[in-house]
């Protein structure tokens, strides 16, 4: 079963950092495009940052550029998001996912989500 696992959210404030993971367990994802999506309360879910997993080529979105960065550790089967001058704005639901081809079309594993709330 496969099973891909956020943890590190939680309550800041604003130019506060706080660093979320994503454990993948259930198959091998070594060729795999693994990256983290957020969703507002009242918004669309938004593309964040990508990475893959064999070549290590990141991808960010242009809200969270230069401050947000995404890593892997394939030893761990794990996923990163180091996000620092948070902003209020960066507040949401961000999910972890998975997907062999562009992640921002589509992607095959989702997690279940772990909350990012940053007081002003």
């Known amino acids: 079963q496969v099973q891909l696992v956020e943890s590190g959210g939680g309550l800041v404030q604003a130019g506060d950092s706080l660093t979320l993971s994503c454990a993948a367990s259930?198959?091998?994802?070594?060729?795999?495009?693994m990256g983290w999506f957020r969703q507002a309360r009242g918004k669309e879910r938004e593309f964040v940052a990508a990475?893959?997993?064999?070549?290590?080529?990141?991808s960010h979105s242009d809200s969270v550029k230069g401050r947000f960065t995404i890593s892997k550790d394939n030893a761990k089967n794990t996923v990163y998001l180091q996000m620092s001058s948070l902003k209020p704005e960066d507040t949401a639901v961000y999910f972890c996912?998975?997907?062999?081809?562009?992640?921002?079309?589509?992607?095959?594993?989702w997690g279940q989500g772990t909350q990012v709330t940053v007081s002003s």
């Open positions: 990475i893959n997993l064999n070549s290590g080529i990141t």
């Open positions: 259930g198959r091998t994802f070594s060729h795999y495009n």
């Open positions: 996912a998975a997907a062999l081809e562009n992640i921002r079309v589509g992607a095959e594993y």
